[in-house]
C-alpha cells in the first residue's frame, strides 16, 4: 500500500496534533519528559549486487524519544525505497530495507538552541527483487543488525524543534560499507 504525498502530511499532522492534545494528560517526574519526530531525508547504503557499488535514495520514517536531556531512550522506524536498471542481467533490481534502531540519546541545550548525540543498534529487513529475462524473483533477506553513531543540531520554539540529523550505521566493520542517514525532522515534545 503506497500512500500519496499528501496523506503523508495528513497522517503525520495527525500524528502532531494527537501528540499535542494527549501532552497534557502525560505526566512523567520532574525534568523528564518524550519528543515525538517524523523524519524525512537522503541516505546513501552500499550494495554488494550485482557489483559492490553506493546507492542514494529518500527514506522517511518516525523517531520517539523518552526521557531528560542527559539521557533518553530512542526508537526510530524508518523505511526506504529504491530500484536500479541496468543494460545486461539483472536489468532491474529493486530493494526495499525497513529498519528499527533501539539506542541513547544526549542532547546540550543553549536557549533556542541544541545539540544531540546518539547511538545504539539498528536492525534492517531487506527484501530484494530481482528481473533478469522478464522473470522476477525476490529474495527476503534475513535481519542483520548493526551499530550506528549520530550526531544533530536543531532550534526550539516552545515545544516545537526543527532538527538536522546526520547518522552512520556501520556495517562489516569497513567504513567504506557504513550507510549515511541525513535527515531533516520538526518534532514536537513535551
Known amino acids: 500500500m503506497k500512500l500519496s504525498t499528501l496523506k503523508w502530511i495528513v497522517v503525520l499532522g495527525a500524528c502532531i496534533g494527537a501528540n499535542s492534545a494527549l501532552a497534557a494528560r502525560f505526566t512523567l517526574a520532574q525534568g523528564t519528559g518524550y519528543r515525538i519526530e517524523p523524519v524525512y531525508g537522503i541516505e546513501t547504503v552500499y550494495r554488494d549486487y550485482p557489483t559492490a557499488h553506493l546507492q542514494t535514495r529518500s527514506m522517511y520514517g518516525l523517531r520517539l524519544s523518552l526521557g531528560v536531556d542527559l539521557l533518553s531512550l530512542e526508537t526510530e522506524y524508518s523505511k526506504a525505497s529504491?530500484?536500479?536498471?541496468?543494460?545486461?542481467?539483472?536489468?532491474?533490481?529493486?530493494?526495499?530495507?525497513?529498519?528499527?534502531?533501539?539506542?541513547?540519546?544526549?542532547?546540550?541545550?543553549?536557549?533556542?538552541?541544541?545539540?544531540?548525540?546518539?547511538?545504539?543498534?539498528?536492525?534492517?529487513?531487506?527484501?530484494?527483487?530481482?528481473?533478469?529475462?522478464?522473470?522476477?524473483?525476490?529474495?527476503?533477506?534475513?535481519?542483520?543488525?548493526?551499530?550506528?553513531?549520530?550526531?544533530?543540531?536543531?532550534?526550539?520554539?516552545?515545544?516545537?524543534?526543527?532538527?538536522?540529523?546526520?547518522?552512520?550505521?556501520?556495517?562489516?566493520?569497513?567504513?567504506?560499507?557504513?550507510?549515511?542517514?541525513?535527515?531533516?525532522?520538526?518534532?514536537?515534545?513535551?
Open 82 to 190: 529504491d530500484t536500479e536498471d541496468y543494460s545486461t542481467a539483472p536489468e532491474k533490481v529493486k530493494t526495499d530495507d525497513e529498519r528499527l534502531k533501539l539506542g541513547l540519546s544526549s542532547t546540550y541545550r543553549v536557549e533556542w538552541f541544541h545539540m544531540t548525540g546518539r547511538a545504539g543498534a539498528q536492525a534492517t529487513q531487506t527484501v530484494r527483487e530481482t528481473t533478469s529475462g522478464g522473470v522476477m524473483t525476490t529474495d527476503k533477506r534475513p535481519i542483520q543488525y548493526n551499530p550506528y553513531a549520530g550526531a544533530s543540531i536543531g532550534v526550539n520554539f516552545g515545544p516545537v524543534s526543527i532538527n538536522l540529523s546526520s547518522t552512520v550505521v556501520f556495517r562489516d566493520n569497513d567504513w567504506d560499507k557504513s550507510d549515511v542517514q541525513n535527515t531533516i525532522s520538526a518534532g514536537v515534545g513535551f
